[in-house]
């Protein structure tokens, strides 16, 4: 795990492999020189990322936060675990987050890390300050003739799988080449479980009893739009929530806390820290 405290499409295609491809089960700490900040955050990376991709938005966030990165097992520098599964990894974060001791974080998810986050909030409501959500949906809406072609294609050349998805997450070639490294390093029995465990879910029915506040951030991969961001929300399955509050990001791909780190930042702490603070509806 990975923590700093400084003392610490079709548009179902892409939503169901595009924003699976980002990759947080490790945790890590480090320590901090001056007063304690007053709010806390866990970082959860997508499906084939690492803890490495916040790198350039953790010390915007660290005068501000206690800062930690929370990465998937399989992923980064974390082992694999047996089984892994959506599930699994919202009983690991539980876990991590008991271990650093941890008490009301704001929870900012990328991808499969924003579904961890999710769960993980609909699980434990009383524990989570505030939910950020980045390219993330609240279900899954692969037909199921798209998850047998995945399936397929997973099998008959992994790397090429990976290697032909990462290409279109982000707009800026440098981006794409860290990213389509870091998934290639990523334990491909681990990303094919998560992948899978993904396709089954859908917690729709509980957005509107969650009362953890909730700002989804959207890329322009995933609303290109930006006239119908509301018909994409419900599309996405955004229709029930109650406390839901929006951002855009204009021209940026999947990967936006690579691409646009101070602005990435600056929405996680305005949003993190201003419990008044509302985005868009």
Sequence with gaps: MTTHTRNPFSLNMMLTVGLLLAA???????AQDQADP????????????????????VPNLEPTFKVWTFELAGHGSTQPVGDPSIDEEVIRLRTFMDTEEINYPTLAGHGLGGMIALQYAIDFPQDVHRLILIDTAPKQLASQEEKTAVSRELVDDYDRFVARRYLNMSPMKEVTDRVLDIALRTDSATFISLLMSSFDF??????????????????????PDEGSTSELLEIY????????????MPGSGHYMMMEKPVTTSSVLLAFGVTSSHQFEK
């Design 202 to 223: 859908d917690v729709t029915a509980d957005l509107y009893d969650l009362e953890v506040p909730l700002l989804v951030v959207g890329s322009q991969l995933m609303f």
């Design 24 to 30: 947080g089960g490790g945790g890590s700490a480090t």
């Design 38 to 57: 007053e709010y806390e955050i866990v970082l959860i990376h997508g499906l084939g990322g690492s803890a490495e991709i916040w790198d350039e938005v």
């Design 237 to 248: 399955g955004f229709g029930e929530a109650r406390t839901l509050s929006f951002k855009r």
